[in-house]
């Protein structure tokens, strides 16, 4: 019940995220235009790129991404392909429309699901990242 509640919080924020106040807000604080519902900053997401030696042709996996935070970004930056995964179907659809206006479809998927039930090949990612999704 509460993980139903949860989810509709967060389906109800990332249908606000559109609004004009909460892009500014998100570019002041977290130096990000990715409609983020969390508080990593566009620092520590550098900082996880590099540590994770991210670069073309590795496979990040971005659990409980919301909007593509950070993991669409990093494959912005780094050249890499994410899969950006998340249960709240708003924040897949803006992932998905922010994959577009990158043109970065041929290297990014957004798709719906939980972090126990990845989409994916087991061993098939070279790294995974996760930002505010234990809170
Ligand atoms: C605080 S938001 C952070 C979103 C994004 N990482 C960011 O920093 O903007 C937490 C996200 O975790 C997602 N989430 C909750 N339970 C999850 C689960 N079991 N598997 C994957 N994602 C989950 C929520 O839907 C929500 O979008």
């Given at each position: 019940m509460s993980e139903i509640l949860e989810q509709e919080r967060h389906e109800q924020g990332y249908a606000r995220s559109e609004a004009d106040v909460l892009r500014v807000i998100e570019r002041a604080v977290l130096?990000?235009?990715?409609?983020?519902?969390?508080?990593?900053t566009r620092a520590q997401a550098d900082r996880l790129g590099d540590l994770l030696e991210l670069a073309p042709g590795h496979l990040l996996l971005d659990v409980g991404s919301g909007c593509g935070w950070p993991g669409l970004y990093l494959a912005a930056r780094t050249g890499c392909s994410v899969v950006t995964v998340d249960p709240v179907m708003a924040g897949v659809r803006t992932a998905h429309r922010r994959i577009g206006d990158d043109t970065m479809s041929e290297r990014a998927w957004a798709v719906a699901g939980t972090a126990d039930q990845v989409p994916l090949r087991q061993g098939s990612v070279d790294a995974i990242v996760h930002t505010d999704v234990m809170c």
């Open positions: 130096d990000s235009d990715y409609h983020a519902n969390g508080y990593t």
